[in-house]
């Protein structure tokens, strides 16, 4: 708490010294572009949100701040022409998203509004321009690389060109799979946090505020914030969660019902066309000694029926019995975290969950372990697995036989590189691009700038 309150005094300290700069410069011009301008005062505001962030100060990022301001005109400015846009829904859905970070860094939706001077929903509006300009500018990126492919040749091209003292060097991999056995709660085991939730239910009916009694009992991340879970569509949510958020009118509460997560009632907040703004209570049944005991059952048999098949396919089995949704449709096989738009199984072995590392250190490669007891770092929760490990590459200096998979990443990501940069060079060759002198030293501005002094010599020209 008192960290929580250190945090909400910079953040008010921040706020009011851009204030105070945005009074002071509302009106000046940092840049055009085109027919675009990026005002002094909005740089501002942005270099605060970048110290409210927890960064420490650094006048330089006010380069980088306006780098991304002035791509971000250029991109949207080409997207009106190309006629590429966005859904108000995707729009909303942002907006939501940054509005529980913000209010989660101020404790609360009360005390944001506090110190914004004017509430959310204001707040929110005067975001929706910015946010729903950065969204088409990303859109807008994607179609110019949208048909940047990388070939074999490509791939052996860039290996080459790599200078051999400059070859990088991969820590062990590995490909470990997973069958994940969750707990499961009998009717009885259940009943306590039923009617936890369902006297909670009949306090707010009774008139007590929704967002106090979640912030005071509610068991997921939403508590911070009353509750709120923003704007979603009916993809985004459990199927009993979209249900019953879908069926209710605005201010209506819902029956208390249950998923995969828990218990939970629910209160709509707004519809939107096809998004529902909903604020709800979840209390979690608690995890007994005799069910996690009877999962361990059901894990060890399923680990002696798989010593007993001489070829057993474990990615059948994985998708017969694994409780994990991610794995269990993927043959069992764990993801690497960093790098998931591949969908790599390869996994650095200083990137594997701990308690995982510790297991397959001591397993041979096509060997399963023995169903361990394992706890989830973030929720808590326990489950039993029996994991799998299916091969394992020690530490090497890069070659295309082991890596061709990563080096193509990094192919791939020099050509929308160099796409890009290419897309950029011609636009600012072709459009009128002003920069304010109090920019002009930016290093990282220095083909912006370039392109601003050619205009005005043009414009110089022209008079």
């Not at 997207?79 to 998203?97: C, G, H, L, P």
Request: charged residues 30%.
């Amino acid at each position: 708490m008192r960290k929580l309150g250190l945090s909400l005094l910079n953040i008010l300290l921040v706020l009011s010294v851009a204030q105070a700069q945005t009074k002071r410069t509302l009106d000046k011009i940092a840049a055009v572009v085109g027919g675009n301008i990026v005002l002094q005062s909005d740089i501002e505001l942005q270099y605060a949100q970048y110290i409210v962030s927890g960064q420490q100060p650094n006048p330089a990022i006010k380069c980088v701040i306006l780098q991304n301001q002035l791509t971000q005109k250029l991109l949207a400015q080409q997207a009106v022409i190309d006629s590429v846009q966005v859904k108000d829904e995707e729009v909303d859905a942002e907006v939501d998203r940054r509005m529980r970070s913000f209010m989660q860094r101020a404790g609360g939706q009360e005390k944001l509004e506090q110190f914004l001077g004017r509430s959310v929903i204001q707040y929110k509006d005067e975001m929706r321009p910015d946010i729903k300009e950065s969204l088409i500018a990303q859109r807008m990126r994607a179609k110019i690389t949208e048909k940047v492919n990388t070939t074999p040749l490509d791939v052996k091209n860039y290996f080459d060109k790599i200078p051999k003292d400059s070859i990088p060097t991969y820590n062990k991999e590995v490909e470990v799979g997973e069958i994940v056995f969750q707990p499961k709660l009998t009717r009885e085991e259940k009943e306590s946090a039923k009617q936890k939730i369902t006297e909670l239910r009949e306090r707010v009916k009774k008139g007590e505020d929704f967002a106090t009694l979640a912030g005071l009992y509610s068991q997921d991340g939403s508590a911070a914030e009353g509750g709120d879970l923003g704007f979603f569509d009916r993809q985004q949510m459990a199927k009993e969660f979209t249900a019953n958020a879908f069926r209710l009118k605005a201010g209506e509460i819902s029956p208390v019902f249950e998923t995969e997560f828990g218990f939970h009632f629910l209160q709509v907040i707004e519809r939107r066309g096809e998004t529902v703004h909903a604020r709800h209570i979840i209390i979690i049944p608690a995890i007994t000694d005799a069910s996690l005991e009877r999962t361990h059952k059901l894990a060890d048999s399923v680990y002696k029926a798989m010593l007993a098949v001489k070829n057993f396919d474990f990615s059948s089995a994985a998708a017969y019995y694994s409780d994990d949704k991610e794995t269990k449709y993927n043959g069992g096989m764990m993801l690497n975290a960093d790098n998931v738009q591949t969908r790599t199984t390869y996994i650095p072995t200083n990137k594997l969950d701990p308690q995982v590392a510790l297991v397959v250190d001591t397993m041979k490669v096509g060997s399963i372990s023995k169903p361990q007891l394992f706890t989830d770092a973030q929720t808590g929760k326990k489950s039993y697995k029996i994991l799998y490990l299916k091969s394992a590459t020690n530490a090497h200096k890069a070659n295309l036989e082991q890596d061709f998979a990563k080096l193509k990443d990094a192919a791939t990501n020099e050509k929308l590189n160099r796409t890009i940069a290419q897309w950029f060079d011609k636009r600012r060759s072709e459009t009128y691009i002003r920069i304010d002198p109090e920019f002009q030293s930016c290093d990282i501005l220095k083909s912006w700038i370039t392109a601003s002094k050619k205009d005005n010599a043009q414009a110089k020209t022209t008079e």
